[in-house]
Structure formats: structure tokens, C-alpha cells
């Protein structure tokens, strides 16, 4: 099979994908717009950040598997793949303690004028006499929007500072907010008017688009910084830009809408011109740690389809079928069998939806469980159950 990458992974993960025998092509610097042209020989595709279009899948024929070095799947036209029948798979919280440290280091930045000392201090200007009022952060309330794993190591990150947490996320109960020892919020503009520093991370998706709100970012305190390590979409960015406009807020943003797809060059943006905000490159998944950790996941998820024929976290698998009917069939372990089965569904013009072959130790017997979008008929059922020296048994089950 051929493997190629997108992103830049590090060599160990390289070289594991090369001791499965695989064929490798390394093209860290490929842009979107080089994926749209195909991928002629690829069985394989793992990317970062680099978006994988619908035209991308359309041209590659030989395509089987995409796999996200991390978390969030939004740069992958999932429907484009599951209607040519493309696995789509994650390596979700191996990026967790990079994410959730960028999110400190905006903080602390934000509050001590970090990136403006430096810029001053590279431009030759003394300015101690403005960079020493630094608030400070113990005792400053944080405001957690989602509590997943990246949003659970901000809160032992942030206790460690000594600031008391409020938090909502859907997941997250009373009881389970009084385990991690933090305030439980009813809703996002609660956490938001209780807090000093409200930071976001929720995967982006249907449901959390534009959920920091106007009226969310409107409820936050004059001073009160808000960070943004998660993904753009979950912002109402014209509302937040105002915010930063007025100058009523901070910003530390990791993300924003019209972040450059290449990896290296030239652009502009409107927070540009904005002093109160500051703005990394997207580095929030970017330590040696935290890639490596990821890469190793990715080539796990490979090493699983490669030699086992398992996608691990895929993730556009349908949950269930709408097939009513259930056929189990214990059976030989014999060639044919499962074929002489099919070939019986297939005159009778029924779906077969889904079919799990396992074997039974010794390797002599095994059970077929299908998953059938009508009923057999009982000639059907007598045709499968009476194949001697093949069929055990055959059940027929109403779901």
C-alpha cells in the first residue's frame, strides 16, 4: 500500500510506517490546492491541518483511508468520502496538554504584555514604567466552555495558578463539577458573566457554530480576556472583532476565520491592526510532544487497517443501519460457505447491510451475524439451513 503524508510528521513515525512495508510518500509541504489535483497511487492519506476536499477524493481512485493527526476533522469532507465508501479516522486527546498549555501561555501573555515587551525590547524601547501593571492572575476567575479532555487539563493547569474555575459544557453534571472541584454553570452566558478570563474547547460542528455568541461575548466583564484555542467557527467573529474594537476585552486567538491555508507566507487580517489581541499561528497541537504522540496514534491506526482490516476511531461508520431484520448462520469454515449464503439473499433481491464473520477457537466452525433490509422468505431460510456440510444453523431475528 502507499502512504501518503500531508503534514509534516516526525521521522520515527516515518520510519514505523516503513517498517509495515509501506510505500511512503513524504510531501510535508502539500497545499490543499496540490490534494485537489489527486493522489494518483495513495491508499493512505494523513494530514493535519491541510483541508482534503471533495475534488481531492473524487480524483483518487485507490483511496481507502483518511487519517487526522489529531482531533478535528472539519478540514476533511467527510460526505465526500463516506459516498465513495473512504474510511475517515482521528487521534482525538493525544494533542491535549499542548492545546491546553498554549491556553496558560496566552493567558499569562495576555495579562503580563508579554509579546509587547519583546517587540519593544527588539525595537531598542525601555518601557517598564507601562508593562508593570500587570494584574496578575491569582484569584481570577476562568470560565471553561466545554470540559472535555483539552478544557479538563486547562482546569488543573489553571488551579495550580490559583484561579477558581466556572464551567459549563454539556456533558458536565453538578456532581461531576463538584469532583473536579470547579463551579458548574447552566449555560455559556452564565460562565461568561461570572468570569475574568472565558476560554473556549468545544469541537466545532452543527451545534457549536457561532455558540460565543454576541450576546456571550456582550456578558463578559470590561477587562475580561477571552481565548480561543479550538476552532474559529465556534466564535461570532464580526461580534468579537467589535468587542476588541471597543477595546472593552482582550483576546488571545489560536484560531481565526481567515487563517492562510499555506503553511508559510505572506497574509493579512483585521486583528492586525487590533493592540488588545494577540494571535499565534495555530500552534496549539504543535510540540514535539504532542506530534509525536499523535504521529505514533496515526501509524497505529494504519498498522490496525494494514494487518487487520480495523479502522480504529472511524468516525463516519453509520451508527445503525435501518435493516430490520437480523440473519445469524453457524457455520463450517469452509470456502464458499458465506458466498453460497450471499448468492441465496442475492435472488431473493434483499440488502445485505452488514455482515461479522468471527471464528470459533480450533478454526473449524464460525457464525455470520447480517444485517438485512427485508425478510427472507421461508424457502430462502429452508435453501440456507439445508446446505449439508456447510450450514450449522440459520436463525432469522426481528430487530
Not at 484569584?139 to 489553571?158: D, F, M, N, S
Request: aromatic content about 6%; hydrophobic content about 40%.
Amino acid at each position: 500500500m502507499t502512504v501518503y503524508i500531508a503534514d509534516k510528521l516526525p521521522p520515527e513515525a516515518i520510519s514505523e510506517l516503513e517498517n509495515l512495508g509501506q510505500n511512503v510518500i513524504n510531501n510535508p509541504t502539500a497545499s490543499a490546492s496540490d490534494l485537489d489535483n489527486g493522489l494518483e497511487d495513495a491508499n493512505v492519506l494523513i494530514v493535519r491541518s491541510t483541508v482534503v476536499s471533495k475534488s481531492c477524493i473524487e480524483k483518487s481512485p485507490n483511496l481507502s483511508l483518511i487519517v487526522r493527526a489529531g482531533a478535528g476533522v472539519n478540514n476533511i469532507d467527510i460526505a465526500a468520502a463516506s459516498n465513495l465508501g473512504i474510511y475517515v479516522a482521528n487521534c482525538p486527546g493525544k494533542n491535549a496538554i499542548a492545546v491546553a498549555e498554549l491556553t496558560m501561555g496566552l493567558i499569562i501573555g495576555l495579562d503580563r504584555y508579554l509579546a509587547d515587551n519583546v517587540a519593544d525590547f527588539k525595537a531598542g524601547k525601555w518601557n517598564k514604567a507601562t508593562y508593570s501593571k500587570a494584574d496578575g492572575l491569582f484569584g481570577k476567575v476562568l470560565g471553561i466552555v466545554g470540559t472535555g479532555q483539552i478544557g479538563t487539563e486547562v482546569i488543573t493547569r489553571a488551579k495550580a495558578f490559583g484561579m477558581p474555575v466556572v464551567a459549563w459544557s454539556r456533558s458536565l453534571t453538578p456532581k461531576k463539577a463538584e469532583e473536579l472541584e470547579i463551579i458548574h454553570a447552566k449555560s455559556i452566558e452564565e460562565v461568561a458573566s461570572k468570569c475574568d478570563v472565558l476560554s473556549v474547547h468545544l469541537a466545532i460542528n452543527a451545534d457549536t457554530k457561532g455558540v460565543i455568541s454576541k450576546d456571550v461575548l456582550s456578558s463578559l466583564k470590561d477587562g475580561a480576556c477571552f481565548i480561543n484555542t479550538s476552532r474559529a467557527g465556534i466564535v461570532d467573529e464580526e461580534a468579537l472583532y467589535q468587542e476588541l474594537k471597543s477595546g472593552r476585552i482582550k483576546a488571545g486567538l489560536d484560531v481565526f476565520s481567515d487563517e492562510p491555508e499555506f503553511k508559510q507566507g505572506e497574509f493579512s487580517s483585521r486583528f492586525q491592526e487590533l493592540a488588545n489581541v494577540y494571535v499565534t499561528h495555530h500552534i496549539g497541537a504543535s510540540t514535539n510532544q504532542a506530534q509525536l504522540a499523535v504521529a505514533s496514534d496515526a501509524v497505529d491506526i494504519v498498522r490496525g487497517y494494514v494487518q487487520e482490516g480495523h479502522v480504529r476511531n472511524w468516525l463516519n461508520r453509520c451508527e445503525q443501519t435501518e435493516s430490520p431484520w437480523q440473519l445469524v448462520v453457524r457455520h463450517y469454515d469452509k470456502p464458499g460457505v458465506i458466498a453460497n449464503v450471499m448468492s441465496e439473499i442475492r435472488k431473493a433481491k434483499i440488502n445485505a447491510q452488514e455482515l461479522t464473520n468471527v471464528i470459533f477457537e480450533g478454526k473449524q466452525t464460525a457464525c455470520c451475524t447480517i444485517q438485512l433490509d427485508a425478510e427472507p422468505s421461508s424457502e430462502i431460510m429452508k435453501n440456507i439451513r439445508t446446505r449439508q456440510n456447510e450450514v450449522i444453523s440459520a436463525t432469522l431475528i426481528q430487530l
